[in-house]
């Protein structure tokens, strides 16, 4: 019988390779504590405060030829004096603000509950956590997630209208790429919450013995693949609503033209 | 049994060449480590440990205690990062003092102290026993009576639970969660360790008690506002609010929250599922 003898000696392992964090990791973890949450009230201020000027100040629709911007659709009510996105901008907006993601982001850079890990607390009232109002209201995101259901579906039906132009041909144009990838990244959103991969089988125990056990299983396997990225999902989609909106303030106000091909 | 003695470097050797040889890297790490005792001075004691290639934080505390202090008290068992004993908060950030590497963390001196949720017993070492107390309040696994073994569980409803079992218990998640350790609610609160427990339990497909309403009014569950803390410093990578509180808080509103299973379950006398 033979024997073989890996021979390691002392300078070997000295030398032994230690990847360690990548350089983006090493800046990240550089980074002060309040980076993260000073990045986030910034970001989401600023998106707050676009919602209210797109949906209230800017005048009528913002739809240009077959686009309509996602702050309006669906398109309720097109007259009165309450602007049309104040219908529609409700589910979405308390979609993310009750979203197990945003929970998150705000909690630690709104209420500095806690600011950030291991990091004091500047606040030490008593703390009531999601257990009193309002803050247990929360626990009502699923019901927001069957309204944005709704209006995920109108903005595909938007999409598809953005594929006819006016003259009735098919068309392919910037506009009808940015309202596409925006509603895939809406979908890819909604579809990665944390209450449908719940209700779509995370409630069950057991699925071998289950109704539709089997698909639900799969189902709940394909959600949790989304939910993995749920954060990268919330941000980016959040960005392409407002590109999505901004691009067709621009082709409204004669500022841009859109690139397109009819057929 | 033969006992072979290092070679001591020979005078001629390049100073390189002897440093490379025994792992030394040549340079010094300032170690400050919080001693004392409850109810005594606590202080941060500064030692001059020099660094070795791979060197963990571990290491520079034994070196510390063979070499200059040997009253340093530190708990640590495997140094593999499985038995989960080591833990301590390096530069403020909870971790395992055996898993983490002196040239992953920032140049200039390392900080080392006990973990802060827990009562100080020594130095590094602190009182963890409230955790224990908080696991005997969690019924245990319960399967039907009539459930005869062996059980055939087919794997994809034990699939997910594998994930909770690698809890090595090293507590980092209770050290780092803020309820505990900024609000001390350590009373009406089980923390996110026990939670992975209950989502073991609550989730297991032979397992037939229904934990929930335990879950959210002794457990506190809803004090739990979802900030990942404790994911973030889970050595074992357990996505603990992801798939255990998350999942926990959602099968509370089910019973809860949800008017459509309530009238559900009126009708027709069913779990909601």
């Known amino acids: ?263 | 049994m033969a006992v072979v003695d290092q070679p001591a470097p020979s005078a001629e050797a390049p100073v390189e060449n002897v440093l490379t040889a025994s792992g030394l890297t040549g340079e010094t790490l300032t170690l400050r480590v919080l001693k004392g005792v409850p109810g005594g001075e606590q202080a941060e004691v500064a030692y001059q440990v020099p660094v070795v290639s791979g060197m963990v934080i571990l290491d520079a505390v034994h070196y510390v205690q063979h070499n200059l202090d040997t009253d340093l008290a530190c708990r640590w068992n495997c140094k593999a990062a499985k038995c989960g004993s080591c833990s301590a908060e390096v530069n403020g950030h909870p971790v395992l003092m055996c898993k983490t590497r002196v040239d992953d963390l920032p140049a200039g001196p390392v900080t080392v102290h006990p973990l802060k949720s827990f009562p100080l017993i020594k130095d590094l070492v602190t009182d963890v026993s409230r955790n224990y107390e908080v696991n005997r309040q969690i019924p245990p696994f319960t399967a039907a009576p009539d459930d005869g073994t062996p059980w055939r569980i087919p794997q994809q409803d034990i699939d997910r639970l594998y994930e909770f079992r690698k809890c090595i218990e090293c507590f980092l998640c209770q050290d780092v969660c803020h309820i505990l350790r900024s609000h001390d609610y350590s009373d009406r609160f089980y923390g996110p360790r026990f939670f992975v427990r209950v989502a073991s339990l609550e989730m297991h497909p032979k397992d037939v008690l229904d934990r929930r309403d335990q879950t959210r009014d002794q457990g506190g569950l809803g004090y739990c506002n979802i900030t990942k803390c404790c994911t973030e410093v889970c050595p074992e990578h357990i996505h603990i609010t992801d798939n255990a509180i998350i999942p926990l808080k959602e099968r509370v509103a089910d019973v809860h929250w949800d008017p459509v299973r309530f009238v559900g379950r009126k009708l027709f006398g069913r779990n909601g599922d």
Request: contains cysteine.
């Open chain 1, 1 to 263: 019988m033979s024997t073989q003898v890996t021979k390691v000696s002392p300078a070997s392992l000295a030398s032994a390779p230690h990847s360690g964090p990548g350089p983006i990791e090493r800046i990240l973890n550089s980074l002060p504590w309040w980076a993260l949450p000073a990045t986030v009230v910034t970001v989401l201020g600023l998106f707050g405060l676009y919602s209210v000027w797109t949906a209230f100040l800017t005048g009528g629709i913002n739809q240009s030829g077959s686009y309509l911007s996602p702050f309006y659709s669906p398109t309720i009510w097109k007259t009165g004096p309450v602007s049309p996105a104040l219908w529609v901008l409700g589910s979405p907006l308390l979609f993310r603000a009750t979203c197990y993601y945003y929970r998150k982001a705000y909690y630690r850079s709104f209420f500095w509950d806690p600011p950030s890990c291991a990091v004091g607390e500047l606040r030490h009232r008593k703390y009531r956590g999601e257990t009193a109002f309002p803050l247990f209201l929360n626990n009502l995101h699923r019901f927001l997630f069957y309204l944005v259901l709704i209006v995920t579906g109108f903005l595909w039906y938007d999409v598809y209208l953005a594929f006819w132009a006016p003259n009735g041909h098919v068309q392919l144009g910037l506009g009808t790429g940015i309202m596409l990838v925006n509603v895939i990244l809406l979908s890819g959103y909604t579809f990665g919450c944390h209450s449908w991969r719940h209700l779509v089988g995370g409630g069950l125990d057991c699925y071998s013995r289950s109704q539709l056990g089997q698909a639900r299983y799969r189902a709940w396997r394909w959600v949790t693949v989304l939910n993995q990225r749920h954060p990268v999902w919330a941000w980016c989609s959040m960005f392409s609503v407002v590109i999505a909106d901004v691009y067709i303030h621009l082709l409204r106000a004669g500022i841009l033209i859109d690139p397109h091909i009819i057929f």
